[in-house]
């Protein structure tokens, strides 16, 4: 990884790690809860009688509960990232560029770790199925 010197002060620096501890915290429990909601799910159906639209709904539900789980495991990975960037000094950095990452967009996001272009570039191929790079 690269050894830049840290651009923020360490009030910044503690600041932003409590917040993301806090937003892994919130991630995990939506994790959870989401986990749950899908077991609960699949056991409700069993041993019922059963309509086509009913199974059409479950699948439904299923499918966004599926969604919104991915979606927050991503999340956790970005938010571990920018952790261990924390750790290692390179906060603030972009993972593809190097390039700083502007306190905006940390003040916004602070488990950004790749500037606003970077990351729509990546949400983009993810959106049509290409394969991006392995990094969360």
Same mark, same amino acid.
């Given at each position: 990884?690269?050894s830049?010197?840290?651009r923020? $002060?360490?009030?910044?620096?503690a600041?932003?790690?409590?917040?993301?501890?806090?937003?892994?915290?919130?991630?995990l429990?939506?994790?959870?809860?989401?986990t749950?909601?899908?077991?609960n799910i699949?056991?409700?159906?069993?041993?019922q009688?059963r309509?086509?639209? $009913?199974?059409a709904?479950r699948?439904?539900n299923?499918?966004?509960?599926g969604?919104?789980?991915?979606?927050d495991v991503?999340?956790?990975?970005?938010?571990?990232?920018?952790l261990?960037k924390?750790e290692?000094g390179?906060?603030g950095?972009?993972d593809e560029?190097?390039a700083p990452?502007?306190?905006e967009?940390?003040?916004?996001?602070?488990?950004a770790?790749y500037t606003f272009?970077e990351?729509?570039?990546?949400?983009l191929l993810?959106?049509k199925?290409?394969?991006?790079?392995?990094?969360?």
């Open positions: 990884m690269n830049k010197a840290p923020f $002060d360490k009030a910044f620096i600041r932003k790690h409590d917040q993301l501890t806090k937003l892994r915290q919130q991630v429990k939506s994790t959870r809860a989401g749950a909601e899908e077991g699949n056991s409700e159906s069993a041993g009688a309509e086509y639209e $009913d199974d709904q699948l439904a299923l499918e966004l509960d969604t919104l789980v991915g979606h991503r999340r956790l990975q970005r938010i571990e990232r920018a261990r924390i290692d390179t906060y950095y972009s560029s190097g990452i502007p306190i967009r940390l003040e916004a996001t602070p488990d770790i272009s990351q729509q570039a990546r949400d993810d959106d199925g290409v394969a991006v790079s392995k990094k969360p």
